[in-house]
């Protein structure tokens, strides 16, 4: 099977290849990412039933109704029990399982910033 590709526009095609080389760089190295940026609104509704991790948090009922899911709550809550929630609410296996899929998607978000 073969394919045939058109490029129109090289100089067009090198300025997207910098973009992408410039967005690598600035990815390279060991960096924090707050887990509101790894588990986006829009990572959710693409992946799960959730609107946010709070929600995700009170349904599983490691939070109580109204109550605003802080880091140190989240930190608190039990490994086995959250990753069982996890397994039942959600497509993943477990929590890294989840976490792995939002950290490519944030990746690729980065990567490809700037690219049409």
Do not use: C
């Given at each position: 099977m073969t394919f045939d590709v058109e490029i129109r526009d090289s100089e067009e095609a090198k300025r997207t290849m910098q973009r992408v080389r410039d967005n690598l760089a600035r990815l390279e190295g060991t960096r924090s990412v707050a887990l509101r940026d790894l588990v986006t609104a829009a990572f959710l509704k693409a992946h799960t039933r959730f609107r946010s991790l709070e929600e995700m948090?009170?349904?599983?009922?490691?939070?109580?109704?109204?109550?605003?899911?802080?880091?140190?709550?989240?930190e608190s809550f039990p490994g086995d029990t959250w990753d069982a929630w996890i397994a039942k609410a959600t497509p993943f296996p477990d929590?890294?399982?989840?976490?792995?899929?939002?950290?490519?998607?944030?990746?690729?978000?980065?990567l490809f910033d700037g690219v049409s």
């Amino acid at each position: 099977m073969t394919f045939d590709v058109e490029i129109r526009d090289s100089e067009e095609a090198k300025r997207t290849m910098q973009r992408v080389r410039d967005n690598l760089a600035r990815l390279e190295g060991t960096r924090s990412v707050a887990l509101r940026d790894l588990v986006t609104a829009a990572f959710l509704k693409a992946h799960t039933r959730f609107r946010s991790l709070e929600e995700m948090a009170r349904e599983g009922g490691f939070l109580a109704p109204g109550e605003t899911l802080t880091a140190e709550q989240f930190e608190s809550f039990p490994g086995d029990t959250w990753d069982a929630w996890i397994a039942k609410a959600t497509p993943f296996p477990d929590w890294r399982s989840l976490l792995d899929v939002a950290a490519a998607e944030y990746v690729k978000r980065w990567l490809f910033d700037g690219v049409s």
